[in-house]
């Protein structure tokens, strides 16, 4: 009988360990997965699932020497993690589910023995902001491939648009989703897959180190729809002077507009009114931009000039971006 307690306890201890921690605030509820170095997992917002814990998840992956390591690839060690829920640090324990308004979760790995990740991302409402710093610690290793940021989309996203800075539309297009097509996103900083089925999608856009020999495309395949972003700067000898800051906003939407690319259009050219070749994008966020969305506060129309969650009506979800920038100047 107390054999059989003691496996009982191990094997709940061993569960335990190894489950999925889940994030939940707003629309969006996330997982983190601690065997695949506590990168994002399952990704459901307004309880549909976008995204996948298929083979590399959302995270970074990078080819060190001939071999794939990082997120759902392996070879990730990792170092430390860090959870905060509204300003409030908690303890991160595996199989938990943590709730709040402004969930940020902090994670330090080396990858493929070759390069140190600090990787921060900022849970809120709709969104999910990410920042990503890479330092070389081994300058016998080649890195030749780099993903900085990748997601496995679980949906059938059957059509694609990118942007640049600017919110110009570059492309659009139409993906299968089963036939392994790569799609390359000429100059693009920003691309938004949609499911015309169920009017969802989500929009990736890179605002931080896009100057790095940025490269963004999506290959179809049959178990998910997969957005690479490429930074060629990286493909190179994993020295100590290597040092790479990047940043990259995640949005998830519903949208019925005819075309279905106006609201995700209208998102990169609100967020940002400040000069797009600022690397940090701060918007110069001060005590005046607030006064002004106070002015214009529950107001509902379109073409409002404080409307940075563009969803026509001034709330909660704009003060969300106002907070969000403030804390990353």
């Given amino acids: 009988m107390n054999i059989i307690k003691i496996v009982l306890l191990y094997t709940c201890c061993i569960s335990s360990c190894w489950a999925d921690i889940w994030l939940s605030t707003g629309n969006l509820r996330l997982s983190l997965v601690p065997a695949r170095g506590y990168t994002v997992g399952d990704v459901y917002y307004k309880d549909k699932l976008y995204c996948n ?8 992956v990078l080819r060190i020497d001939k071999v794939f390591s990082g997120s759902g690839h392996g070879h990730e060690v990792v170092l430390s993690t860090n ?38 991302i900022t849970v809120s409402y709709d969104m999910i902001d990410e920042q ?45 989703a089963d036939d392994m097509a790569y ?27 896009s100057d790095k020999g940025l490269d963004l495309f999506i290959v179809d395949r049959d178990i998910d729809n997969k957005l ?13 002077d290597k040092y790479h800051k990047f940043r990259v906003l995640t949005y998830y939407f519903e949208s019925n507009a005819q075309p279905w690319y106006l609201l995700p259009k209208d998102f990169v050219d609100k967020y940002c009114l400040s000069d797009v ?37 001034i709330n909660i979800k704009d003060f969300g971006v106002i907070s969000r920038l403030w804390m990353t100047r």
């Fill in 228 to 240: 690479y972003a490429w930074f060629h700067e990286l493909d190179a000898v994993c020295s100590h």
């Fill in 83 to 120: 959870l905060s829920i509204d300003g409030k640090n908690k303890y991160l324990q595996d199989g938990q589910t943590y709730s709040g308004n402004i969930i940020v979760f902090k994670r330090m790995t080396v990858i493929g023995l070759a390069y140190v990740l600090k990787s921060t």
């Fill in 277 to 313: 070749n600022n690397m940090e994008r701060d918007c110069n966020v001060d005590i005046d931009t607030l006064s002004e969305l106070v002015e214009y506060w529950l107001m509902e129309g379109e073409e409002l000039p404080v409307d940075y969650f563009p969803d026509n009506i």
């Fill in 183 to 209: 799609t390359y996103m000429t100059s693009a900083t920003a691309v938004a897959q949609f499911d015309s089925d169920n009017r969802n999608g989500i929009l990736s856009w890179v605002i931080g180190g």
């Fill in 132 to 176: 990503i710093e890479l330092q070389g610690i081994d300058p016998d290793r080649i890195c030749d491939v780099s993903y900085v940021f990748l997601a496995s989309r679980a949906n059938k996203f059957d059509k694609y648009a990118s942007f640049n800075d600017n919110s110009d539309l570059l492309q659009i297009g139409v993906t299968q």
């Fill in 53 to 60: 814990s298929i083979n590399s998840n959302q995270g970074t």
